[in-house]
Structures are given as C-alpha cells and as structure tokens.
C-alpha cells in the first residue's frame, strides 16, 4: 500500500514564527501536493511538485514557500507563520498523469 | 480550465436510505472524475475514479458513480446507507496535458440517522 506520512498531526505555534510541515512517501511517485482545507472551502492546492527540485505555484501560495530535495519528501515551510494559515494541511502524492493521489493523515496547525 | 460544484454542503439521510451526493464539472477537455471520502481527523482516500470507458463506476464499500458528459455530471449514489458512511466526501477533477491539478469540490457532509 501506498503510504503518505505527515510528521505531526497537531501543530501550535506562535505568530512570526517559522513552521516547516514535512511529508514523506513511499512509492516512487513524481508528483507530490500541498492542500489547505477549510471549512466550506474544501480543498485548496498551495504548491505542488512534479519532480525533484521542481515546484510549481497552486491557488493560495502567498505566506508558503515549498522545498522538493529528494524524490520522497516535500516540505511546506509557512516564513512567518500568521493567524490566518489556522487549517487542516495535507499533503497527496501520486505518479504522473491523470491519476488518483494518496493522502496523509494531515496536520492540524494552530497558529496563536 | 476545470471547476467542480457539489451540490448541499449537507446532507441526511436514514439508516438504510438511498444516499445521492452532487457533483458537476466544468473541463475544457476530457476529465477524469474522483470520488474521496475523509472520516473524522484523516486524510483522504479514494472511493472511484472515472478515466475512460464505461461510464457507470463502482468503487469500494458498495458507492458508484455514473459520469454522464451531456450532463457534466458526476454524481455518487449508495444503494442503502448505513451509519459507516457518516463523512465528507469530496468530488474532484483532473484534466489536461500533464493533469498537474486536480481540483476538489467544496465537499459535502453526510449523516446517517439510525
């Protein structure tokens, strides 16, 4: 089984400070995601990745910046971390293609 | 590009009842449909997916999906529900060269009343 892993399930931090989410899979996939959910919104694509050290803007990138050293592990790192980035974030992965993409468990971050 | 509407944000329906969650889709090329459920504090997983082919879908835990182009629809149904399938589904949709994006419906919140 494909597997995803988010490395905290629940984060507090401090306003300004700087967060690093990591994500790591297993399956050799090329493509890996970055979603915030939302109540009401649903989900919404921050970054993506389609290779190693390639990445891509999504809907909602401001105040996230993304890093993609090796094929397994995408990291979302929030520069100065805001009230407004309270959320559920989950990171997908999946191979190339109109494919389906395998999730993480998501980490619930709490900005105070 | 693509867009996706579910329709209800909530739904309810008896233990037993036929369940129908709305999606429609807007894609300028062949898309490819999913269908993911999240239970409570997880991630998502998929349900189906349509690519090509038979338009009719079956995924796991007895839901389908039937993808019906004049329609741009995409709706998932469920036989008789049971108090399992209390969770937020999300429709989504993948097209293009590449498919890079795969953009999510705002989901839509099913309880199941004994």
């Known amino acids: 089984d494909v597997k995803v892993t988010q490395s905290s399930r629940y984060l507090v931090k401090r306003t300004g400070e700087k967060v690093f989410l990591e994500c790591v899979q297993d399956?050799?996939?090329?493509?890996m995601f970055w979603y915030r959910q939302d109540p009401g919104l649903g989900l919404r694509l921050i970054y993506f990745s389609y290779d190693v050290k390639m990445k891509e803007k999504g809907d909602i990138p401001e105040g996230y910046s993304v890093s993609r050293e090796k094929k397994e592990r995408f990291s979302l790192i929030l520069e100065s971390a805001s009230t407004n980035q309270t959320s559920m974030y989950l990171c997908a992965s999946r191979t190339q293609g109109n494919t389906e993409a395998f999730f993480g468990q998501g980490t619930r971050l709490t900005v105070v | 590009a693509q867009s996706v509407t579910q329709l209800g944000s909530h739904v309810s329906v008896s233990e037993g009842a036929l369940v129908l969650l709305r999606c429609n889709y807007s894609?300028?090329?062949?898309?490819?449909l999913f269908w993911y459920v999240q239970y409570p504090n997880q991630g998502l997983q998929l349900l189906l997916k349509y690519t090509t082919g038979a338009t009719l879908v079956k995924g796991i835990n007895g839901f389908e999906a039937e993808f019906k182009k004049s329609e741009t629809s995409f709706h998932l149904t469920k036989p008789s529900a049971h108090m399992s399938d209390a969770a937020e589904y999300f429709c989504?949709?993948?097209?293009?060269?590449?498919?890079?994006?795969?953009?999510f419906g705002a989901g839509t919140r099913l309880f199941v009343k004994a």
């Open positions: 989504a949709v993948s097209a293009g060269t590449g498919g890079f994006k795969t953009i």
């Open positions: 399956m050799d996939h090329e493509n």
């Open positions: 894609s300028s090329v062949p898309p490819y």
